[in-house]
């Protein structure tokens, strides 16, 4: 999602105060998911929610669907990650097998037609 006036990767005031506020909840992210303490990694998710609306977001539908359980499986089992501006958050021809939560900043979505049952390639102008 970018926004008018800035490009993708560029931060806004607001978010660059969220990211200075992030280190003490996010610690709980840091080890392997199996080492985790689950009040903290609940304390990490109930720190983001609220944070959300302080930067001009909202979740989204399905998400709100699924309920703060399904949030809170979801960090313990994710990983933490940083990406630099322009690199890929899934490579290329990956199975998609894990959610990805941006918690601050924006990304482009960029998909390409499947490629068809038979192994041929996609052809040539193929919606993306």
């Not at 689950?38 to 720190?47: D, F, K, Q, R």
């Not at 609306?53 to 539908?61: S, V």
């Amino acid at each position: 999602m970018a926004f008018a006036g800035r490009k993708v990767g560029e931060l806004s005031p607001a978010e660059e105060e969220f990211l200075g506020e992030a280190a003490a909840p996010l610690a709980a992210l840091v080890p392997d998911p199996v080492r985790r303490e689950e009040p903290l990694v609940g304390e990490a998710l109930g720190w983001w929610l609220r944070s959300i609306p302080t930067l001009g977001f909202r979740l989204a539908p399905e998400l709100e669907a699924a309920g703060e359980q399904a949030l809170e499986r979801a960090f313990q089992r994710g990983r933490l990650a940083v990406a630099s501006r322009g690199e890929k958050l899934q490579v290329e021809g990956d199975e998609a097998r894990y959610y990805i939560v941006l918690l601050v900043g924006s990304c482009r979505l960029r998909c390409r037609a499947p490629a068809p049952k038979t192994g041929a390639p996609p052809k040539a102008g193929a919606a993306r």
